[in-house]
């Protein structure tokens, strides 16, 4: 496959060139390459590296009414990610090597996009479990604080064994909890992710303790970045729907949160993808909102309003992830890399609407925002998956770590 006359990102600058793509990988990037191959022409349009999206819920095995990992993998693709890691708080729990296995097993021939999977610590010491699978998974996660499904430990000692045990520790942890999570990230000198930071506080923790040296990296969210409180109380139908945890914050939280991404204290946008049904939402308080199909289109936006750089967002979304959770051969359109690519339609600036979401969600919380561009085609390993509104082929695989 040849993708020609792509608008790419070389050291700061946009330059029209190829892409040659071979057995799923990039082999050649030059302007006016020939060859005889199928070809696909991009038209001046900007492409990116397929996203790396490190947290997403997919709701599968046991809560496949609000996702699977199907549904799930085309909102991907057609947001512009092609490799998900996915979150452990389905049912059953990921929390043994046997339910792992299980899982993976079923997952095999369902996606359109790679992914990958995060163990979960449980409240009773899964830390022997952890020995057995911690080089097949991107990481384990822990919830300290209580939020959708039952994972929350509070045991000390529990959390403290599950540190000693892990790769890379990824928190759900909110003010006081992101404290208590360095310090464990400190005792045993243990990579940590700070998923979904929303306050400005949190964002300050993170950058005094990456000044101390501490190995920490931090995640925001779209929707901590563009919605905050008042969207929330602006109408009876968002009061129940823009609600998940950590909960939205304030404007300034927005504006601090968008500084700490662009001056590199903050290392990853994850979407915190949690469908649930709109029935669900309206029905009851239920935390949890779908994410990856507009993370893009957002993000984008964001570059629009002069809030980050095109660069930086290939940065966050790309480039990070893979090395953060050392994914092998993604996140950039280098020779040698998986040629998983995002051709952009820049120009495309129409608003987002419920009615064109793929997840069974089938809301967004970003209805009737004005969209910076759209994925006008997404290639994973050299085989489009998704091109004009259309889908092709589940040729999604589990990923591999490096080290
Ligand atoms: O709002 C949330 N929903 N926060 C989480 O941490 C979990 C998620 C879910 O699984 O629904
Ligand atoms: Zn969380
Ligand atoms: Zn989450």
């Known amino acids: 496959m040849l993708i020609k006359n792509c608008r790419i990102l070389i050291d700061d600058k946009e330059e029209i060139t190829d892409i040659l793509i071979a057995d799923g990988k990039i082999i050649e990037i030059a302007p006016n390459i020939?060859?005889?191959?199928?070809?696909?022409?991009?038209?001046?349009?900007?492409?990116?590296?397929?996203?790396?999206?490190?947290?997403?819920?997919?709701?599968?095995?046991?809560?496949?009414?609000?996702?699977?990992?199907?549904?799930?993998?085309?909102?991907?693709?057609?947001?512009?990610?092609?490799?998900?890691?996915?979150?452990?708080?389905?049912?059953?729990?990921?929390?043994?090597?046997?339910?792992?296995?299980?899982?993976?097993?079923?997952m095999v021939g369902k996606s359109y996009v790679d992914y990958g999977?995060?163990?979960?610590?449980?409240?009773?010491?899964?830390?022997?479990?952890?020995?057995?699978?911690?080089d097949e998974v991107a990481s384990t996660k822990i919830f300290l604080n209580m939020s959708t499904g039952d994972m929350l430990i509070t045991e000390n000692q529990t959390i403290e064994n599950i540190f000693k045990e892990s790769k890379i520790v990824?928190?759900?942890?909110?003010?006081?909890?992101?404290?208590?999570?360095?310090?464990?990230?400190?005792?045993?000198?243990?990579p940590l992710y700070l998923c979904h930071l929303s306050k400005a506080s949190e964002a300050k923790m993170l950058r005094e303790a990456k000044a101390r040296g501490l190995k920490v990296f931090g995640e925001v969210t779209p929707h901590h970045l563009f919605l905050n409180e008042d969207d929330v109380k602006s109408s009876e139908r968002?009061?129940?729907?823009?609600?998940?945890?950590?909960?939205?914050?304030?404007?300034?939280?927005?504006?601090?949160?968008?500084?700490?991404?662009?001056?590199?204290?903050?290392?990853?946008?994850?979407?915190?993808?949690?469908?649930?049904?709109?029935?669900?939402?309206?029905?009851?308080?239920?935390?949890?909102?779908?994410?990856?199909?507009?993370?893009?289109?957002?993000?984008?936006?964001?570059?629009?309003?002069?809030?980050?750089?095109?660069?930086?967002l290939i940065e966050v979304m790309c480039e990070n992830p893979a090395k953060i959770f050392k994914i092998e051969n993604k996140g950039k359109i280098e020779v040698g890399y998986d040629a998983d690519l995002?051709?952009?339609?820049?120009?495309?600036?129409?608003?987002?609407?419920?009615?064109?979401?793929?997840?069974?969600?089938?809301?967004?919380?970003?209805?009737?925002?004005?969209?910076g561009g759209s994925v006008f085609a997404t290639l994973l390993r050299g085989q489009i998956?998704?091109?004009?509104?259309?889908?092709?082929?589940?040729?999604?695989?589990?990923?591999?770590?490096y080290e």
């Open 170 to 190: 990824s928190v759900h942890a909110e003010e006081e909890m992101v404290a208590k999570a360095l310090e464990l990230c400190e005792k045993y000198d243990k």
């Open 385 to 401: 998956i998704y091109l004009n509104k259309q889908f092709y082929g589940k040729y999604g695989r589990e990923i591999k770590y």
């Open 238 to 312: 968002n009061t129940m729907l823009l609600r998940m945890k950590p909960e939205l914050k304030s404007k300034e939280d927005n504006e601090e949160l968008w500084r700490a991404l662009a001056d590199g204290t903050i290392d990853t946008i994850g979407t915190d993808h949690a469908p649930h049904l709109i029935e669900e939402k309206l029905a009851k308080l239920t935390f949890g909102i779908p994410g990856v199909e507009n993370s893009l289109e957002m993000m984008l936006r964001g570059v629009d309003e002069g809030k980050i750089s095109l660069k930086r």
């Open 34 to 106: 020939v060859g005889n191959v199928e070809i696909l022409d991009a038209e001046g349009k900007l492409v990116i590296p397929g996203i790396i999206d490190a947290h997403c819920h997919m709701r599968d095995p046991g809560l496949t009414q609000k996702e699977d990992f199907m549904t799930g993998s085309m909102a991907c693709a057609k947001g512009g990610v092609t490799t998900f890691i996915d979150m452990p708080n389905t049912v059953p729990a990921v929390i043994t090597s046997k339910i792992l296995k299980d899982k993976k097993n079923m």
């Open 342 to 371: 995002v051709i952009v339609d820049r120009e495309d600036k129409s608003p987002i609407k419920d009615e064109t979401v793929i997840s069974k969600a089938s809301w967004t919380p970003y209805e009737s925002f004005n969209k």
């Open 117 to 134: 999977f995060n163990f979960g610590g449980s409240r009773n010491d899964n830390s022997e479990e952890i020995k057995k699978i911690v």
